[in-house]
């Protein structure tokens, strides 16, 4: 248990930072669009860069990643389903896809296979499952979504392939996967240079959503400048729908892990240890990520912040349950 607590401890207290910043002024009134930005702009894709450039691309054929893959399926389609139910756009049904089925493989997922799983090689095919299959097929549908007219189907075409040259996370998550591929290693500065934006990544996501929890809501939440063209600005809601907020939580933090888990032991027999990396990676919570690019997007933002707080909150339970009734440490 010390272990988890260990490992939530920094989300909890860089989002409290975001929230006092926020609360004080501190940062001034646009702080939490602007700190999106360079998340997404710029911390976000040199982070991608680095991890997936010096991860060997053979992680992805290990068997138990397929039970990841499965409960990942699963907890994505119920939280379509969801968002169908509610009569959300097409955008904030992706974004529900995300908060019930996107975990936290980075900040969080790192230190619990580090201390939980004892090795956190794990979390590097999960890792890149997320940011070189999913995350191109979540942003593919946001910018295609977002417009303020439905495009033809050349244009959406041509807005498809272009898509990686004008997002750039998809891009930095590419260049690692050609870097990788090919065995290539940037020079020593330029190396460090995107080590150090890199490592700004987390924390600054993290501060965003402390700082979107002082944010009045029902002001503009409208996509800035530069994020998929025509997106309209809406007005946020006071709050999600609580119903739907719950089924995301349900779903991310208890329904994937469990099918992670059906799928592991039924189907793929796995043993014990990539049995537990499969159950535990799928238990983490939701990515602030989600929030994120709900933010930029104006696609269910408030949805997204609450989904990544409380699936924070309840997974502390779950993980612990998990690890501890698998033989975790």
Excluded: C
Excluded at 59 to 74: E, H, I, K, P, R
Excluded at 82 to 109: I, K, P
Excluded at 233 to 254: D, F, H, M, S, T
Aim: hydrophobic share 55%; net charge positive; aromatic share 6%.
């Amino acid at each position: 248990m010390g272990a988890l607590v260990a490992a939530f401890a920094p989300i909890w207290v860089l989002t409290a930072v975001g929230w006092l910043a926020g609360r004080t002024g501190l940062l001034g009134a646009d702080a939490e669009g602007v700190l999106s930005r360079f998340v997404f702009h710029v911390a976000m894709p040199a982070a991608l860069f680095t991890v997936v450039a010096r991860t060997d691309l053979a992680s992805f054929a290990d068997t138990w990643v397929l039970a990841f893959v499965a409960g990942t399926a699963v907890a994505s389609l119920l939280g379509l389903l969801a968002g169908r139910r509610t009569g959300r756009t097409a955008a904030e049904r992706t974004v529900a896809v995300m908060a019930a089925g996107y975990v936290n493989s980075g900040n969080l997922g790192i230190p619990v296979a580090a201390q939980v799983l004892g090795d956190a090689s794990f979390v590097a095919p999960v890792l890149l499952f997320q940011v070189l299959l999913v995350t191109p097929v979540v942003l593919a549908v946001l910018d295609a979504t977002t417009g303020a007219a439905p495009p033809s189907p050349g244009e959406r075409l041509r807005r498809l392939a272009l898509l990686p040259l004008r997002n750039p996370v998809i891009l930095g998550a590419g260049l690692g996967a050609l870097f990788s591929a090919a065995d290539w290693q940037l020079p020593g500065p330029l190396a460090h240079s995107a080590d150090l934006l890199g490592a700004a990544a987390v924390p600054a996501a993290l501060v965003t959503l402390g700082l979107s929890l002082h944010t009045p809501l029902g002001t503009p939440s409208g996509t800035p400048p530069g994020i998929a063209p025509g997106t309209p600005r809406g007005i946020a809601p006071q709050r999600p729908e609580r119903g739907e907020l719950a089924v995301a939580v349900l779903v991310k933090a208890v329904g994937q892990p469990l099918a992670a888990l059906a799928a592991g032991a039924l189907l793929l027999h796995l043993p014990g240890p990539q049995l537990r990396a499969a159950v535990l990676l799928s238990a983490l919570p939701t990515a602030q990520n989600v929030y994120v690019y709900a933010r930029l997007y104006g696609a269910a933002p408030v949805l997204a912040r609450s989904a990544v707080l409380v699936s924070t909150v309840l997974s502390m339970l779950t993980l612990s349950v998990a690890a501890w009734s698998l033989g975790g440490g």
